[in-house]
């Protein structure tokens, strides 16, 4: 099956300071990795995904890439901002057709900024 | 307000009892999860259902069952046969089983003493 391995798992950067967070896969059929991001005592919020057909993606400040042929993809969060600090997911699936997308996560990163 | 339920947030239990956890969406999606979380760990999941009185094993479905007897419910079961039942539960849901995408519920502490 699937495994999805996280790194760092904990990060500290100061206010503004860009973060980056790494993860590769097993699977070379896996075709979406989505990134969560989950605050103390809450449930995970999906933030930004990306597909196997597109290498890059963002949205303001968050930004995801994939190298298909190396087989990970990254996290990067630039102007880093106190309320960016939580722990944060990635995972990984294969779906299409019939099959039910099963999603793998990583282990996660403890992301804290540092006012 | 359209999102997903859990009840209660914190749940404390002898070692022995059996305990049901809550899961309730009111956004008329079809599949539903349950994951459970440790720390330091990612979320592996326990159980999933594709629609409604249908229901598949995850990757740690022992000590645990499962209902889906109505769509916008789908809860879950920790049997005394768990053998390490303490940790942070999650339930998510998806428009449908093809759906990549998946919204989490705020989460249950569950605590076994």
């Known amino acids: 099956g699937e495994n999805v391995e996280q790194h760092p798992s904990t990060l500290s950067v100061q206010e503004g300071d860009s973060a980056v967070i790494k993860c590769t896969y097993s699977?070379?059929?896996?075709?979406?990795f989505p990134w969560y991001k989950q605050e103390l005592g809450k449930g995970p919020q999906l933030i930004i995904d990306?597909?196997?057909?597109?290498g890059e993606k963002k949205d303001q400040r968050i930004a995801v890439t994939l190298n298909k042929t190396a087989k990970h993809f990254s996290l990067h969060i630039t102007e880093t901002q106190p309320e960016d600090s939580a722990v944060y997911f990635c995972?990984?699936?294969?779906?299409?057709?019939?099959?039910?997308?099963?999603?793998?996560f990583g282990q996660g990163t403890i992301l804290t900024v540092h006012p | 307000d359209g999102g997903i339920t859990q009840s209660p947030k914190y749940l404390f239990r002898k070692e022995g009892q059996n305990v049901t956890l809550s899961c309730e969406q009111n956004?008329?999606?079809?599949?539903m999860y349950w994951y459970r979380q440790d720390p330091g760990q990612g979320l592996r999941l326990i159980y999933y259902?594709?629609?409604?009185?249908?229901?598949q094993k995850g990757d740690i479905a022992e000590g645990y069952s499962v209902s889906r007897e109505k769509k916008e419910s789908f809860p879950l079961t920790v049997t005394s046969a768990q053998k390490n039942p303490t940790a942070f539960y999650l339930c998510?849901?998806?428009?449908?089983?093809?759906?990549?995408?998946?919204?989490f519920g705020p989460g249950t502490r569950l605590t076994v003493t």
């Open positions: 998510a849901s998806s428009i449908d089983p093809l759906s990549l995408e998946q919204y």
């Open positions: 699977d070379s059929a896996s075709n979406y």
């Open positions: 990306i597909r196997s057909n597109v």
């Open positions: 995972a990984a699936s294969k779906a299409g057709g019939t099959s039910y997308g099963k999603l793998t």
């Open positions: 956004l008329n999606h079809d599949a």
């Open positions: 259902s594709q629609i409604v009185n249908d229901f």
